[in-house]
């Protein structure tokens, strides 16, 4: 999926995104980066608000496991199932969150319990990254239904 097409996707069916004013940066096999500015998402502080800068960082971990299976045309229904997020510093403009996959081997484990059983769990990483400084981490995990 290209980043344009992504992006049209997220403001079409995840309204927060649009009103985040969130970009595509990037998508990846291995990664995708969103992007999003200040003032949409600012806090009383004139910093970002935590809860847009852990809106972005599931957003990203969503759309890696959603453009991969999407390229290995497989239909599944994905929710977050649970996930932590550590903010190290302030965001006090533009910022990206950039997702990977928790542990990239266990891919096909994931695509293998999804098809035998119809459900599988799947673990990703998203940093936030602000003046090229990782400012918060996110780690979730997913489940696909199909």
């Known amino acids: 999926m290209t980043p344009p097409a992504l992006q049209q996707y997220l403001h079409a069916h995840i309204p927060l995104s649009k ?10 096999p291995e990664s995708v980066t969103l992007s999003a500015p200040l003032q949409p998402n600012i806090n009383h502080r ?17 759309c890696l496991i959603q453009t991969r299976l999407s390229a290995e045309g497989i ?17 006090a403009g ?4 950039v997702s990977q996959l928790d542990d990239p081997q266990g891919w096909e484990r994931f695509k293998t319990m999804l098809r035998r059983k119809g459900k599988g769990r799947v673990s990703v990483r998203s ?20």
């Open 19 to 28: 009103a985040m004013s969130v970009s595509v940066v990037s998508v990846e």
């Open 94 to 97: 533009e910022f990206l969150a």
């Open 75 to 91: 239909a599944a229904r994905l929710v977050i199932q649970e996930n932590t997020m550590s903010y190290d510093n302030p965001i």
């Open 127 to 146: 940093d936030l990254v602000y003046e090229s400084q990782i400012a918060g981490r996110f780690k979730g995990e997913f489940v696909a239904l199909g």
């Open 46 to 62: 004139e910093t970002v608000f935590g809860g847009s800068a852990s809106a972005l960082a599931i957003l990203a971990a969503w």
